[in-house]
């Protein structure tokens, strides 16, 4: 059974950092690709990154690249995403995602994509 949970949430100051973890159980990341993304009240849901399966090659969106990272720990069967900068608007609920997608260097960063989610970690950054 696929699972997913994320980690790392909390309360910081504009400017500050979080680590946000994804701990996967019942798959492998050679299979899989893993998207993070985040939902604000009143908004849609956004991709904010992903990584390819096998090479792990990683995606940004624009609001985050520069500031955000996307790392795995295949030994561990978790994904991480470090956030620096962080602004008042990456105020959200932070989900990671799976589907079963291998090709290479190429992950989706649209969330109809993906088949299976976390339940989220609550992310607030003040002013």
């Known amino acids: 059974e696929v699972q997913l949970a994320e980690s790392g949430g909390g309360l910081v100051q504009a400017g500050g950092s979080l680590r946000l973890s994804c701990a996967a159980s019942?798959?492998?990341?050679?299979?899989?690709?893993i998207g993070w993304f985040r939902q604000a009240p009143g908004k849609e849901r956004e991709g904010v990154s992903c990584?390819?399966?096998?090479?792990?090659?990683?995606y940004y969106a624009d609001s985050v690249k520069g500031r955000f990272t996307i790392s795995r720990d295949k030994a561990e069967n978790t994904v991480y995403l470090q956030m620096n900068s962080l602004k008042p608007e990456d105020t959200a609920v932070y989900y990671c995602?799976?589907?079963?997608?291998?090709?290479?260097?190429?992950?989706?960063?649209?969330?109809?994509?993906?088949?299976?989610w976390g339940q989220g970690t609550q992310v607030t950054v003040s002013s």
């Open positions: 995602a799976a589907d079963q997608l291998v090709i290479p260097n190429l992950c989706p960063i649209a969330d109809y994509e993906y088949d299976y």
């Open positions: 019942g798959f492998t990341f050679d299979d899989y690709v």
């Open positions: 990584i390819s399966a096998r090479d792990g090659s990683p």
